[in-house]
């Protein structure tokens, strides 16, 4: 697989399950059990995990998993726009340590 394909379905793969989380939170402000805000979070982890799996035929473990932390800053960045959650200095230093660490990885 192509470098710059990799660094996309890293970051679809990464995008995917942070749109997980967005709508697994969104679905527990509905008063129903099942309802669409809960089936459309399922598909998107679904479909980051299944990203990863193709990404683990082509790329290291090492690198892989690692990666997922990416998942953290998208998450972040949907709180703060998505939900008005409050984000701190220590988070953004807490991003920035990810960020670094990841970058460390792959060089």
Not at 8 to 16: F, R, V
Not at 61 to 72: D, E, M, Q
């Amino acid at each position: 697989m192509e470098n710059s394909l990799v660094v996309l379905t890293i970051l679809i793969m990464t995008l995917c399950g942070a749109l997980g989380g967005v709508y697994l939170k969104k679905s527990t402000a509905l008063n129903k059990k099942i309802n669409i805000s809960l089936i459309i979070g399922l598909g998107f982890y679904g479909t980051g995990a299944i990203l990863n799996i193709i990404l683990l035929r082509f790329i290291p473990l090492t690198i892989v998993f690692p990666c997922n932390a990416i998942t953290y800053i998208w998450s972040t960045i949907f709180a703060k726009l998505m939900f008005k959650e409050k984000v701190g200095i220590y988070n953004v230093i807490g991003l920035a340590f990810i960020s670094s660490g990841l970058v460390l990885l792959v060089i």
